[in-house]
């Protein structure tokens, strides 16, 4: 294990997250927006020439406070409330302000009628009158509609995407076969005071400035370690309770 994680020789920058603990414990009585396990965020970097065989990690900016999904850290199915432990890709950036300078992760500006599919058990672009995704789900996947799609179907599971957490998100691919159960909707997102389901968060204003500095070439991942960093990397995904 490297000082970043698990990460491929093509890869020159990482986001590293070091919680506190895997598995923390909560006071009786404790207040579902106080279950925030705090962990640290450190952005790292290093050659882009993969064949050079000294490349050193050099951290980018300062190290900052950073909060993980309420129940801690493990594998990240759906419904666990924790933040998947190891090293994972990248993937789609978005937000609700027009950012040109966000070159990667093909970011698009959300609004009202944006929404992430968190249900394996519907196919919501169907049922809200959109074209069917190729496997025919549209689990772990952005797409748009028309009006809620919970207005025909209150059993609909949708995260929608106009909203303060997500003025500025990045999503945390460590589903990438987007397999139903396995976990869905891990973002790196602003923080908006409340806890979360998996998701990793930090100040707006830190985000604001590294979403511009990804870059697609750099194979971007992100790493979530526990303390103290010789934690066992990656846990392996277990099967889904209610099936396929």
């Known amino acids: 294990m490297t000082l970043v994680g698990l990460v491929p020789d093509e890869c020159w920058q990482v986001v590293v997250v070091t919680a506190d603990a895997y598995d923390p414990e909560w006071p009786d009585g404790t ?9 640290k965020l450190a952005v790292w970097y290093r050659d882009s020439d993969s064949t050079k065989k000294d490349r050193e990690w050099l951290q980018y900016g300062d190290t900052v406070d950073a909060v993980v999904g309420w129940n801690g850290v493990g594998p990240a199915n759906d419904d666990t409330g924790k933040s998947p ?27 009202p009628h944006d929404y ?31 009006k809620d799609p919970h207005d025909d179907n209150d059993d609909l599971e949708t995260e929608s995407l106009d909203q303060d957490a997500y003025n500025l998100a990045v999503l945390v691919d460590h589903n990438p076969t987007n397999r139903p ?12 005071g409340s806890r979360t ?48």
């Open 31 to 39: 207040q579902d927006d106080d279950k925030r396990p705090p962990a």
């Open 85 to 111: 432990l190891g090293s994972f890709p990248l993937g789609q950036t978005f937000g609700r302000k027009d950012r040109p300078d966000i070159s990667f992760g093909n970011y698009f500006t959300a609004g």
């Open 116 to 146: 992430w599919d968190t249900g394996w058990k519907w196919r919501q672009r169907e049922i809200a009158g959109c074209e069917p995704l190729d496997p025919p789900s549209s689990y772990n996947h952005h797409f748009s509609a028309a």
């Open 181 to 192: 159960g396995w976990g869905c909707a891990i973002f790196l997102h602003c923080d908006d």
């Open 197 to 244: 389901w998996g998701c990793i968060t930090i100040g707006e204003d830190v985000l604001s400035d590294l979403l511009p500095w990804l870059k697609t070439g750099a194979q971007p991942h992100l790493t979530v370690l526990v303390s103290p960093v010789d934690a066992p990397i990656k846990s392996p995904p277990i099967e889904c309770p209610q099936g396929e």
